[in-house]
């Protein structure tokens, strides 16, 4: 829909398929407030002043990747688009850790998608793409 660049997040250490297991790993993380390796590091970040930023919700808040994420670069003057996937939650606290990882940064209207909608959240993408002036 957007002319832009993809990034995928990812981390280092895979997490593990079982749905349990995964939520026991996820929440030592939260619970410890650690900052999993990432596989890969922009380096040309400050060509970009607009990133859109999609994640689910986890634990109340973003997964601790992302805070990695957002703490290895310089967001200050960039326009910070979110997109949050969740169970029921909306964007509970991520919100508020975004604007407290990236100090400058304009943080705007963000889209909440429920994970059953994903499938069929093109129009509400749009919508939004076109409310937050991406489109
Ligand atoms: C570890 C973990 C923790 C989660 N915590 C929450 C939560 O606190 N609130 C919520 O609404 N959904 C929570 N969910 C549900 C996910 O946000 C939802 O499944 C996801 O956005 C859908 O995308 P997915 O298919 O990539 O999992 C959690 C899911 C996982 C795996």
């Given at each position: 829909m957007l002319d832009s660049d993809l990034f995928y997040i990812d981390t280092v250490k895979k997490y593990p398929d079982d749905h349990m297991q995964k939520i026991a790993v996820a929440k030592q993380e939260y619970d410890k407030n650690i900052r999993p390796e990432l596989k890969a590091k922009l380096d040309?970040?400050?060509d970009y002043d607009t990133v859109i930023v999609a994640f689910p919700n986890w634990w109340t808040?973003?997964?601790m990747a992302m805070f990695t994420f957002f703490?290895?670069?310089?967001f200050f003057g960039k326009i910070i688009c979110p997109i949050v996937t969740h169970?029921?939650?909306g964007f509970s606290n991520s919100l508020r850790d975004i604007s407290l990882l990236c100090p400058g940064a304009e943080i705007r209207e963000g889209l909440a998608i429920n994970g059953d909608d994903v499938q069929k959240c093109d129009k509400v993408l749009e919508k939004w793409a076109k409310k937050?002036?991406?489109l």
């Amino acid at each position: 829909m957007l002319d832009s660049d993809l990034f995928y997040i990812d981390t280092v250490k895979k997490y593990p398929d079982d749905h349990m297991q995964k939520i026991a790993v996820a929440k030592q993380e939260y619970d410890k407030n650690i900052r999993p390796e990432l596989k890969a590091k922009l380096d040309n970040m400050d060509d970009y002043d607009t990133v859109i930023v999609a994640f689910p919700n986890w634990w109340t808040t973003m997964p601790m990747a992302m805070f990695t994420f957002f703490e290895s670069y310089d967001f200050f003057g960039k326009i910070i688009c979110p997109i949050v996937t969740h169970g029921g939650s909306g964007f509970s606290n991520s919100l508020r850790d975004i604007s407290l990882l990236c100090p400058g940064a304009e943080i705007r209207e963000g889209l909440a998608i429920n994970g059953d909608d994903v499938q069929k959240c093109d129009k509400v993408l749009e919508k939004w793409a076109k409310k937050v002036h991406l489109l």
